[in-house]
């Protein structure tokens, strides 16, 4: 199966199989792949090959490592590109996927002093802060903090929050949708984000906070989100100018 003549590594092309095989579903989601001493044999190489090509899948999350146990195949990531501006539950309907929500929080508050500055409100203005946890398919994808200024989107309750707030606001106000912007930063799970992303204490995930802005140029919502970077990762199209 290696062609050992390639330029190309031969823990590089152990890589490329494994992958081909988890594609073609031969290595199954959520099943063991065969051993390092397996794999060695089946390649006819060494197993600190073997090793190197299944850590490097493990370092990528194709694969995961559970003590004692052995190496499993990861669930496929979700690919968001970075162009393009849609809402989770949009998002999830072009992956014929099934987006759902769970709100665990609902309130009015005065706006803190970074989300008053970020949506020009005055000192003391209301907003709403929204908390839900997104799920895809059932599998909670992302914790977020949603804040939405009263003045501008009245009206808002819990029902319309279960849906898809960017249809409720563009088929019930006389607003259209035009652009964000996002911040991402890697950082890592707290206590919270892990029990309610059921992920471990320290889990890699990817914080994201974007403002949303109308066609005439008004802030309407401030966003804070936790994803899971197991199950999540951004692409950008980039072009040299």
Do not use: C, W
């Not at 665990?104 to 802060?129: C, M, N, T, W």
């Amino acid at each position: 199966m290696l062609d050992k003549k390639s330029p190309l590594p031969m823990y590089y092309q152990i890589e490329e199989d494994i992958k081909g095989k988890i594609e073609s579903g031969l290595f199954g989601v959520g099943k063991t792949i065969p051993s390092e001493r397996e794999l060695s044999e089946q390649y006819g190489v060494s197993r600190m090959t073997v090793r190197q090509a299944v850590s490097n899948l493990v370092n990528e999350g194709a694969l995961y490592r559970e003590k004692g146990k052995g190496t499993f195949v990861s669930e496929r990531k979700i690919e968001q590109p970075l162009t393009g501006m849609t809402s989770f539950t949009e998002d999830m309907k072009k992956r014929g996927m099934t987006a759902t929500s769970r709100l665990i929080g609902f309130s009015v508050i005065s706006a803190p002093p970074d989300i008053a500055r970020k949506l020009h409100l005055e000192q003391g203005e209301e907003v709403y802060e929204i908390q839900r946890i997104r799920f895809a398919d059932g599998k909670p994808m992302a914790v977020e903090r949603t804040f939405l200024p009263i003045a501008l989107v009245p009206g808002v309750d819990e029902s319309i929050v279960m849906g898809s707030l960017y249809e409720h606001i563009e088929e019930n106000h006389d607003y259209k949708i035009d652009k964000a912007t996002q911040v991402i930063e890697a950082t890592t799970a707290d206590q919270e984000q892990s029990e309610l992303l059921a992920i471990p204490y320290g889990a890699a995930v990817l914080h994201i906070e974007r403002l949303s802005v109308l066609t005439n140029g008004t802030p309407f919502e401030v966003v804070k989100s936790s994803y899971r970077a197991d199950r999540y990762k951004f692409i950008s199209e980039i072009h040299r100018t």
